[in-house]
């Protein structure tokens, strides 16, 4: 069965940078995609980037694009989220999921209940 785990999170200034590792148990043939998603104080859980695990198609929400970047390591079954320039909106909870749904990857990631797996989630304080 697979397993998500999330590190890497933490409280920095305004401006730091972070880099997020989502380790999962095996990238079995049925995991199409990895997403990010975060969920601040009092809000709603929202997607943050998504990749699949064969293209290595990528997709980003518009309010991180050019500030975090997702990659992934095939061989130690891990994928990343390096967040440069962090903002005080980046706060929240950072979760690491897994779907087997071959959608396109901007509709998937937008759609959280297709992914199945979910990890317990790093928590990324932005603050001065």
């Known amino acids: 069965q697979l397993h ?3 590190s890497g999170g933490g409280l920095v200034q305004p401006g730091a940078s972070l880099k997020l590792s989502c380790e ?6 049925d995991v199409y995609a990895i997403g990010w998603f975060r969920q601040a104080p009092g809000k709603e859980r929202e997607p943050v980037s998504c ?6 198609a990528t997709y980003y929400v518009d309010s991180v694009t050019g500030r ?6 095939n061989a130690k079954n891990t994928v990343y989220l390096q967040m440069n320039n962090l ?3 980046d706060t929240g909870v950072y979760y690491c999921a ?8 901007r509709a998937l990631c937008r759609s959280e209940r297709r992914f199945g797996v979910w990890g317990q ?3 990324v304080s932005v603050s001065s």
């Open 121 to 123: 989630g790093t928590q």
């Open 4 to 6: 998500l785990v999330e």
């Open 87 to 89: 903002k005080t909106e």
């Open 68 to 73: 975090f970047q997702i990659s992934r390591d």
């Open 24 to 29: 999962a148990s095996a990238f079995t043939k």
């Open 98 to 105: 897994a779907s087997d749904a071959g959608l396109l990857l």
């Open 51 to 56: 990749t699949t695990l064969i293209e290595n």
